[in-house]
């Protein structure tokens, strides 16, 4: 069978890699690539590892059939592993689905107030909140790139960074429109309100990744402004960086010097760059951006949040779940709902590839 001459490749690969490491014969890049190459595979190698016994197993059940004095318990194995088999070939199927090469990056996300006025803005805040609380249960870093924020605590924007293994991988589905329906701090008479507030994920690009050349952009530098104290009233520190060919336009004065803004802006512009870069390929072979789960587009709805219900809904896998406060403080019940989306994308994925 050709999924079988797969698995077995997938074995003698692994165990090729896990000479060549025990040897100390590689260094360098070559160690760091085939080192991910077999973590990557120590991944999959106890569901092969059992795939095959099943297979061994089914076959010794049938061979224990033509043994009267066996045939009894030979029928009760050869029924078990029969259901189980199923079940290990949809995990195997799931695991060797084409990985994501952006899956294992840290991301930038940007959050937008939308329509809703000063509501709106206090939900990005909410939003902001709920993925740094995320970030930190997760053991991830955040760390802000750049924020416009309101003198109610919320946010016309922000742009942060959350660094760590796999971060993209649990993220990707956020980016969409994310609508509130709740009673505004504001509203006097006690009716409910709905707003939205945009939400961008971006895997952070590497050099490799993205090439920017010096004669497509123009960096400005100007006086920061808003919050910080007396120093963004002194230093032309902040940074506009434009990018000709795309149009896109960066700005950063989080930082307390010019060098560190430049650098942020330049990590934005990478990831936005690089975003670009992907959705053009993504449509081109009509994959993961038409997907149930959504294409990432940040026009798209994919969420509400009801307060007076306490329910969350995502619209795209018609998943409700009644724990909006343990989602909004980034907790267990988020995950529940981003695992059903992995779920719902590596189902269609399978369905695609039938």
């Given at each position: 069978?050709?999924?079988d001459d797969k698995l077995k490749d997938i074995q003698r690969r692994a165990a090729e890699i896990g000479d060549k490491l025990n040897s100390g014969a590689v260094a360098g890049d070559e160690l760091t690539k085939l080192s991910k190459e077999y973590s990557e595979l120590s991944e999959i190698l106890p569901l092969?590892?059992?795939?095959?016994?099943?297979?061994?197993?089914?076959?010794?059940?049938?061979?224990?059939?033509?043994?009267?004095?066996?045939?009894?318990?030979?029928?009760e194995q050869l029924n078990d592993l029969n259901h189980k088999l199923?079940?290990?070939?949809?995990?195997?199927?799931?695991?060797?689905?084409?990985?994501?090469?952006?899956?294992?990056?840290?991301?930038?996300?940007?959050?937008?107030?939308?329509?809703?006025?000063?509501?709106?803005?206090?939900?990005?805040?909410?939003?902001?909140?709920?993925?740094?609380?995320?970030?930190?249960r997760h053991g991830w870093k955040t760390e802000v790139i750049e924020e416009n924020a309101t003198s109610l605590r919320g946010y016309k924007e922000i742009i942060f960074k959350i660094d760590g293994v796999g971060v993209y991988a649990r993220l990707k589905f956020e980016s969409g429109i994310h609508r509130v329906q709740r009673v505004p701090e504001t509203e006097a008479a006690g009716r409910i309100h709905?707003?939205?507030?945009?939400?961008?994920v971006m895997p952070q690009a590497k050099d490799i990744d993205v090439v920017i050349e010096d004669k497509d952009i123009r960096i400005d530098v100007?006086?920061?402004?808003?919050?910080g104290g007396q120093h963004v009233n002194k230093t032309d520190s902040a940074v506009r960086i434009t990018h000709f060919p795309t149009g896109i336009v960066v700005t950063c004065q989080n930082e307390r010097s010019q060098f560190q803004n430049?650098?942020?802006?330049?990590?934005?512009?990478?990831?936005k760059l690089y975003e670009k870069q992907r959705a053009?390929?993504?449509?081109?072979?009509?994959?993961?951006?038409?997907?149930?789960?959504?294409?990432?587009?940040?026009?798209e709805k994919i969420r509400t949040y009801n307060f007076p219900e306490q329910r969350v809904t995502d619209h795209r896998i018609k998943l409700t779940l009644y724990k909006l406060d343990d989602i909004l403080a980034g907790g267990v019940a988020?995950?529940?709902?981003?695992?059903?989306?992995?779920?719902?994308?590596?189902?269609?994925?399978?369905?695609?590839?039938?």
């Open positions: 069978m050709v999924i092969v590892d059992e795939y095959f016994a099943i297979k061994r197993g089914i076959d010794d059940a049938n061979e224990m059939l033509h043994d009267d004095e066996l045939k009894a318990i030979a029928a199923p079940d290990v070939e949809k995990k195997l199927q799931i695991a060797l689905l084409p990985r994501d090469s952006a899956d294992d990056s840290s991301v930038i996300m940007e959050i937008r107030a939308g329509v809703g006025g000063e509501e709106s803005a206090l939900f990005a805040g909410d939003l902001y909140n709920q993925y740094k609380s995320y970030a930190m709905t707003s939205a507030a945009s939400v961008a100007f006086r920061a402004s808003g919050a430049k650098a942020a802006a330049m990590d934005v512009l990478r990831a053009e390929q993504e449509n081109a072979s009509n994959s993961a951006r038409k997907s149930m789960v959504g294409s990432g587009d940040r026009s988020l995950d529940e709902m981003i695992d059903a989306l992995i779920a719902a994308d590596q189902l269609e994925r399978l369905a695609n590839m039938e």
